[in-house]
Every structure is written in C-alpha cells, then in structure tokens.
C-alpha cells in the first residue's frame, strides 16, 4: 500500500515525543495517509486530549489497514486503554498480543517497544517482579536488533 501508514506516524509521533497541536494537524497532508493511518493520528490526537472518542478511530485503523498497521494501532490502544481508561488488565492483554503479531511480523522494533509498554503497566502495578521479567525481555530484543 503507498503512501505513509500507521508504522510511520506511530514512530514520527514517538521519536518526536510529539505532541499534537492543533496547528499540527491542520498542516498534515492528509492526502499522503493511507485510510488507517489518518485513524491513526485521529485516534493519536483525540487521545493526547483525553477524549475516549479515540478508541472508535482505532477501531477504525485496525479494520482498515495492513497486518502491519494494525499491529500499531493495537499497541496505541494498549497505551490508551492504559492512560485512558485506566484498565491495567486490559491493556496488559493488548499489549502482549502486540507483542505476538510483532513477532509474526518480524519488527523487533514495535516488539521491544509493546515489551516496554508491558513493563511500564506493571511498574504502576506495583508488580515489580513481572515489570523486571518485561525489562529483560525488552533489553534482549533491544540487543537482538
């Protein structure tokens, strides 16, 4: 599929540690998006605000989109299920499927990165024996890379 997917925004936003303004937004050519990546950064935006509404763009991304980026929009849902609706289980259950599809995929990248996001749950837990178990796992693929 041409044009710029779900992979590309989730990691402009992330390597950026970009958070989206209104002005952002508007100088997005949209027209470069491919149809889940424009869900992508709706869902990205809406989500920076708090809005819930962000779970429907989502939804949205992963029906429409490559195996690929639906493997990204679900690691943005684990991260907002997370800090938006504050359902460590949940987001813990998303992220470890991350985890599988990026394997499946071969993107040791999203892999390490959905590892991390596990690790970060469980340290708010307070689950300090499962966040290490998910630090070294991400240490190692960050090795392997």
Same mark, same amino acid.
């Given at each position: 599929?041409?044009?710029?997917?779900?992979?590309?925004?989730?990691?402009?936003?992330?390597?950026?540690?970009?958070?989206?303004?209104?002005?952002?937004?508007?100088?997005?050519?949209?027209?470069?998006?491919?149809?889940?990546?424009?869900?992508?950064?709706?869902?990205?935006?809406?989500?920076?605000?708090?809005?819930?509404?962000?779970?429907?763009?989502?939804?949205?991304?992963?029906?429409?989109?490559?195996? =690929?980026?639906?493997?990204?929009?679900?690691?943005?849902?684990?991260?907002?299920?997370?800090?938006?609706?504050?359902?460590?289980?949940?987001?813990?259950?998303?992220?470890?499927?991350?985890?599988?599809?990026?394997?499946?995929?071969?993107?040791?990248?999203?892999?390490?990165?959905?590892?991390?996001?596990?690790?970060?749950?469980?340290?708010?837990?307070?689950?300090?024996?499962?966040?290490?178990?998910? =630090?070294?796992?991400?240490?190692?693929?960050?090795?392997?890379?």
């Amino acid at each position: 599929m041409d044009g710029i997917n779900a992979r590309h925004c989730y990691l402009y936003l992330r390597d950026s540690s970009c958070t989206m303004t209104d002005e952002e937004c508007s100088r997005w050519n949209t027209s470069w998006l491919t149809e889940a990546a424009k869900a992508f950064m709706s869902a990205a935006y809406l989500g920076q605000r708090g809005d819930k509404r962000a779970l429907n763009f989502l939804e949205l991304a992963e029906n429409c989109g490559t195996a =690929e980026e639906l493997a990204y929009a679900r690691h943005l849902e684990a991260a907002l299920t997370f800090t938006l609706l504050h359902d460590h289980e949940e987001a813990i259950r998303i992220g470890k499927e991350v985890v599988g599809l990026a394997r499946n995929l071969g993107d040791r990248e999203l892999e390490g990165d959905a590892l991390k996001g596990i690790s970060m749950i469980y340290e708010s837990l307070g689950d300090a024996k499962a966040k290490e178990m998910y =630090e070294r796992e991400f240490a190692k693929v960050r090795e392997e890379r």
